[in-house]
């Protein structure tokens, strides 16, 4: 929000370096963790960065993560491999998948990594944007981690925001599409409640299919799904490619990660990477890529709308603003992180 | 529509095929393209089925399909590959690319087919389900054949309602999810136009961002997107990954095929399949899919609602019943095909 303390990255690594450490986590695997979750923030994906910390030490206190993880594939054949994520913190799990990914890619034109017992990741985005960074296509699937979506025409919540990342390389910064196939993705359900703003209507409905606007009253309703019947088929879908096909929970068996920090999650993701030498010369792909868009944002205005915006203008197009002026935290996440840091013995977060 | 003369399967098939074959089109190549329009119907697709026949004659006489093409692989490495369609009929194009997507999933684990110099394929979902009829998890991509869809925020049409179709094998008839980025495909409005029937609120606007509601004025209007913006992006990366990435046209640079027979339409699609028996026993995958959906399907109903209806469930589970019962044509489609038999010197349509 506007006037809310700018905090710059790296302090904002280092801390949440430090507080993963102080859970129990290994120092570069904290390091890794704290770099993905900044990265987050600094897409402005603010529902998934430094906002999670409390609830990632929740789950590290209780011994819901395993702090010593043996990460592995226990699939593979060409590109597509199987990735047991060893109730590893998702960011661990994801980094390798993706990386994975874009080496099968070298090596056989595309690679997909599905994982399984994985855990939440933080923002679809950041992974999709690590395929394209390699100069390759990227397309990121996940179950999301509770279910906060009714099907269409149902009132029991078995389903979650499942979203997708696609991200591809573009002179300047990636095209990069990060969306929860929910209108409002469950993260700025809980940022509005710990503002204590209301909600718009068409983001969620209660049991009777009534509008709900009230955040505080969430836990008892529904998301609603993009376009109705289509966004459910999206979320459906996207949950059987990232959860069952990989033997990882999704429908009824999906844990509830912010009202249980101790049962394993079995969280599963999906990432596709596509070589585009394959396809023709990379730089001219994304040159052709770039020409489409650019002739999109410079297209007529409709009245009422100042700028046509593609996806990734506003992620990582702000991303150097923000590393050059810091990322915004809420006072109301200031104060958890300082409290935390008092329960945990760390230095707390410096916002001079 | 209730009350329309069913026509049965076979018999539509063997009067599109004697129509494309007095087009032009060899015997084979026609009976292909003519099974593939009856999936389509079959599959309730009836915007992309018998009902696109006039517009294929009318291009097939204006010489605007090649009808001796060489649909070839131009690139290919490991399980990604370029098939140029020649600008033959889409069909004949797509049906290559998912077969050889298949193959090339069985030798390298997954199998991502684009094409360019393509053409209208008909019904996305088609496509999607040959994969899952091969036993693999199939996803498709395409650029629509015209652009029909501002910008969110803009007012030229320079996006087509770019669908994505999602096809899983599952015990009964697959997981189909088929849809277009929009709140209603093209094909819809068309349909509306025939049967002089009003477009409901949602589906589109005029220029100003008003609601447009008359289908015979769609022509200066725009689609909406699902989820406004989201849907927006989700149409752009959908083209970016069909049309650009694979030298076909997206953007400024598409043809409406409806308004010009002539013009090399150079469509692009993508195909995706996924061998299940990499990631474990297909068997048991597809009954945990199964499992998954039958658990959907009997969970509780919203008030208003008769039935949770999970993707696919209307198309591929009523194919038995409308192969039984035969394909519903309007009577404004049976003129077209009467004229269209008696300007081509063949049998009419037998209905009875």
Same mark, same amino acid.
């Given at each position: ?10 302090? @904002? ?6 507080? *993963?450490?102080?859970?129990? *986590?290994?120092?570069?695997? /904290?390091?890794?963790?704290?770099? *993905?979750?900044?990265?987050?923030? @600094? @897409? ?20 819901? %993560?395993?702090? =010593?993880?043996? +990460?592995?594939?226990? /699939?593979?054949?060409?590109? =597509?491999? =199987? ?11 994801m980094?390798?998948?993706a ?17 399984? !017992?994985? &855990?939440? /990741?933080?923002?679809a985005?950041v992974y999709a944007?690590m ?9 990121y699937?996940?179950?999301?981690? $509770? ?9 029991? #919540? ?7 990342? +696609? ?8 095209? #990069? ?32 299919? &009534? ?11 529904? @998301? ?11 979320? #459906? ?11 990882? $929970? ?21 990432v ?32 009422? %709308? ?7 203008? !506003? ?8 590393? /050059?002026?810091? +990322? ?11 409290? =935390? ?12």
């Open positions: 929000m506007t006037g809310d303390p700018c905090i710059p990255a790296p302090v @904002l690594r280092g801390f949440l370096a430090a507080a *993963l450490v102080s859970g129990g *986590l290994p120092e570069g695997d /904290a390091a890794t963790v704290a770099r *993905l979750m900044v990265e987050a923030d @600094l @897409l402005g994906a603010e529902g998934h960065g430094t906002f999670r910390l409390p609830r990632y030490m929740a789950r590290l206190r209780a011994g819901g %993560f395993n702090t =010593l993880p043996d +990460i592995r594939p226990v /699939a593979q054949k060409g590109g =597509l491999a =199987l990735l047991d994520g060893d109730n590893a913190m998702g960011h661990l799990v980094e390798r998948a990386h994975l990914a874009v080496d099968l890619a070298r090596s056989h034109g595309i690679g997909w990594v599905g994982t399984r !017992r994985s &855990n939440h /990741a933080g923002a985005g944007t395929v394209a960074e390699a100069g390759m296509a990227g397309l699937l996940a179950v999301g981690n $509770a279910n906060h979506m009714a099907p269409w025409g149902g009132t029991e #919540l078995l389903l979650s925001t499942n979203p997708i990342a +696609i991200a591809l390389p573009a002179p300047g910064h990636p095209v #990069l599409l990060d969306m929860a196939t929910t209108v409002a993705a469950y993260g700025k359900v809980k940022l509005a409640a710990q503002r204590g703003q209301q909600m718009p209507e068409g983001w969620m409905i209660d049991a009777s299919g &009534n509008p709900l606007t009230d955040p505080a009253q969430a836990a008892g309703g529904s @998301l609603l799904p993009i376009g109705g019947p289509k966004g459910f088929g999206l979320s #459906l879908m996207f949950g059987l490619l990232a959860g069952t096909l990989n033997g990882a $929970a999704f429908g009824r068996d999906v844990i509830d990660f912010n009202a249980d920090d101790r049962t394993e999650t079995n969280t599963g993701q999906a596709l990477a596509l070589d585009l030498s394959v396809l023709g010369d990379p730089a001219v792909l994304a040159a052709q890529v770039g020409a489409v868009c650019d002739d999109i944002r410079a297209s007529a205005l409709r009245p009422g %709308f100042d700028a046509i915006r593609l996806p990734g203008d !506003r992620s990582l197009g702000g991303r150097e603003d923000r590393l /050059a002026r810091g +990322i915004p935290l809420s006072p109301a996440l200031l104060a958890q992180l300082d409290q =935390l840091a008092a329960e945990q013995g760390i230095a707390p977060l410096n916002r001079s």
